[in-house]
């Protein structure tokens, strides 16, 4: 059974460019969220979606936006990077994903961005 | 803000020891979860303890929730070099929609 895979797995863009991150979900989930992880701040919500609606949001600006398709795969975008973006993007999956039955979530590797 | 704190934020020691790392949280939770992250690779999840549990097992791991105090404790028993990682607490929060908070995590080093 293949686990969440997010591509590219590094990545280094120059301030200013845009970016696109790929997850794809385990096979059957229909949740996915993403999750920026940096020295400073540690691990921040960004947003989740299920069944192609974004159902919750964390506190980033509107440069940060995502989407996902009828195949549960989704992507976020970071438009006008900033130095202050790079850090490891980790996406992250779960079966059910509503109500009170929160699952434990599996998660990708990563993508590790690196803004100059 | 982070909605968890863990303590301690790093922990050393020896093979065969137990290990303990502590998490505190302020909201209401559905359910507290612990992962295990190794060197800036992704998350592994360990276990998951829903909110009217109190103490929960899996092989070497123990966690504990104690809601009326909103902390939760998780149990390395005869740690081993391959134990040593960066653990995370994370509640599980209802806002219309799940959402997960993350602690800033312990770093524990085990030593042979």
């Known amino acids: 059974k293949a686990g969440v895979t997010q591509t590219p797995r590094y990545l280094i863009k120059t301030r200013g460019q845009q970016v696109t991150l790929s997850c794809s979900p385990i096979?059957?989930?229909?949740?996915v969220s993403w999750y920026q992880q940096t020295p400073g701040q540690g691990l921040q919500f960004l947003f989740e979606?299920?069944?192609?609606?974004?159902?919750n949001k964390g506190n980033f600006p509107g440069r940060f936006s995502g989407r996902q398709f009828s195949n549960s795969r989704s992507e976020m975008n970071v438009s006008t990077l900033e130095l202050g973006d790079s850090a490891l993007y980790l996406c992250?999956?779960?079966?059910?994903?509503?109500?009170?039955?929160?699952?434990?979530?599996?998660f990708g590797s990563g993508t590790r961005l690196t803004v100059v | 803000s982070q909605q968890g704190e863990e303590d301690p934020q790093a922990l050393s020691i020896q093979e065969g020891e137990n290990a303990t790392m502590n998490c505190s949280y302020k909201?209401?939770?559905?359910?507290l979860q612990w992962y295990r992250q190794n060197s800036g690779r992704g998350l592994v999840h360990l276990i998951l303890?829903?909110?009217?549990?109190r103490e929960k097992h899996s092989g070497r791991l123990r966690v504990t929730l104690d809601t009326s105090k909103k902390s939760s404790s998780l149990l390395i028993t005869a740690s081993r070099a391959a134990d040593t990682a960066s653990y995370f607490c994370?509640?599980?929060?209802?806002?219309?929609?799940?959402?997960?908070?993350f602690g800033q995590g312990t770093r524990l080093t085990i030593n042979p």
């Open positions: 992250a999956s779960s079966l059910v994903g509503t109500g009170p039955s929160l699952d434990g979530y599996t």
């Open positions: 096979s059957g989930h229909r949740s």
């Open positions: 979606y299920f069944s192609e609606t974004q159902r």
């Open positions: 909201t209401s939770i559905n359910n």
């Open positions: 303890i829903r909110s009217n549990e």
């Open positions: 994370a509640t599980g929060i209802i806002q219309g929609a799940q959402k997960l908070v």
